[in-house]
C-alpha cells in the first residue's frame, strides 16, 4: 500500500491524499525528472491483487483512453509499481466537484443560474455523446463526478471517475448479479434490479435529466424517509414537478422532466444529445441575460 512520502518507480513522489475510497485511494503526485504534478490512483492493499477490482481499474483506464479529446479526465498512463501494483497516472485537477459548487449557491438560498447550469454540463453531454457511441456507459454521474476547475466554467468541466463504466461492447460483466450500481439519487428504476445486463446508455440519460433537475430546483427528483421510500418512488411513484418548485422556468420543463425520468427506459428520451437539445430548446439560452 503506497501513502503520502513513498516515490513510485523512482518517478513519482506522492504529495498528498486526494480522497479515498472502498477500493482505492487518488494522491497528488509530483513527477521528479520533470517536476509535474500529477494524480495517482491505486487500488487499497486489499484489492490490490483481487483480479476482478485490478480488471475494473484496466477497464477504467481503457474507457477513458478511448475519450480522450473529451471533457473525460485525461489518463496519462496505467503502469505496474516494481511491487507488482498496478497504478493510474491522470491530469492533476485543481477546482471544485459541482457539488460543492451547488452547496454554495444553496447556502445563499439560490439556484444555479441557467445559463450557467448549461455550460456546466454542455461538455459533460458531449462526453456522453462519445462515450455511448463507442460503447461505454459511465453509470455513476452525479455532482461528485463533474469538476469544475478553478481556470473557470466554460470548456474547463471535467467528468471523473470511469471505475463504475460498463462496455457494451465486451461480453464480460464485471458487475455481479444482484449489485446496485451507482448514487441512489441517479439511479434509474432498472438500475434497482441488480441485473448489469438490463443497463444500457438510458442509465445515463436517467442521470442527467437528475442532474438538471438538482441544478435548477436545489432538490433531487425523489426523497424520502429512507432509501427503501426513495426506491418506491423511482420505481412507482409520480415523476416530480420541476415548475413547481421554479415557477419562473417554463411548465413545458415538466413533460420534459417526466419523459427524462421515465420508468421504462424505452420512454426516455432516445439518447443524451436528444435530451439536451429539447432542453436547450424549452429554456432558450440565448433570451437570457
Not at 487500488?43 to 479529446?69: I, P, Q, W, Y
Not at 470511469?162 to 461492447?169: I, R, T, V
Not at 434509474?188 to 438510458?202: A, L, N, Q, V
Not at 415538466?254 to 420508468?263: E, K, Q, S, T
Amino acid at each position: 500500500m503506497f501513502d503520502v512520502g513513498d516515490v513510485i518507480d523512482d518517478q513519482y513522489r506522492l504529495v498528498r491524499l486526494i480522497g479515498a475510497g472502498g477500493q482505492g485511494s487518488v494522491f497528488e503526485a509530483e513527477d521528479l525528472e520533470i517536476g509535474a504534478p500529477f494524480a495517482i490512483k491505486v487500488l487499497n492493499r486489499e484489492f490490490a491483487m483481487d483480479v476482478e477490482c485490478v480488471r475494473r481499474l484496466r477497464r477504467e483506464a481503457r474507457a477513458m483512453g478511448m475519450l480522450t479529446g473529451t471533457a473525460a479526465v485525461q489518463i496519462l498512463a496505467l503502469n505496474h509499481a516494481k511491487s507488482g501494483q498496478l497504478y493510474l497516472v491522470m491530469e492533476l485537477l485543481r477546482g471544485q466537484d459541482l457539488e460543492r459548487y451547488i452547496n454554495q449557491f444553496e447556502a445563499r438560498g439560490m439556484f444555479i443560474p441557467v445559463r450557467m447550469m448549461l455550460e456546466v454540463l454542455s461538455p459533460v453531454v458531449e462526453t456522453l455523446e462519445v462515450a455511448h457511441g463507442r460503447g461505454i456507459v459511465h453509470r455513476d454521474i452525479k455532482p461528485a463526478n463533474i469538476f469544475v476547475l478553478d481556470s473557470g466554467i466554460r470548456g474547463r468541466v471535467r467528468l471523473v471517475d470511469f471505475g463504475m463504466a460498463k462496455d457494451l461492447s465486451s461480453p464480460a460483466q464485471l458487475t455481479q448479479e444482484g449489485v446496485v450500481v451507482g448514487s441512489p439519487s441517479y439511479i434509474p428504476p432498472e438500475g434497482w434490479h441488480g441485473k448489469p445486463g438490463m443497463i444500457t446508455h438510458s442509465a445515463d440519460v436517467y442521470a442527467l435529466g437528475a442532474l438538471v433537475f438538482r441544478m435548477l430546483s436545489g432538490r433531487v427528483p425523489f426523497h424520502g424517509a429512507d432509501l427503501v421510500d426513495v426506491i418506491r418512488q423511482v420505481a412507482r411513484g409520480p415523476r416530480p414537478s420541476l415548475h413547481a418548485k421554479r415557477p419562473d422556468l417554463p411548465k413545458i420543463m415538466d413533460p420534459w422532466v417526466a419523459r427524462a425520468l421515465a420508468i421504462h427506459p424505452q420512454e426516455r428520451f432516445g439518447s443524451v444529445r436528444e435530451l439536451w437539445d429539447e432542453l436547450i430548446a424549452i429554456l432558450r439560452p440565448d433570451d437570457i441575460i
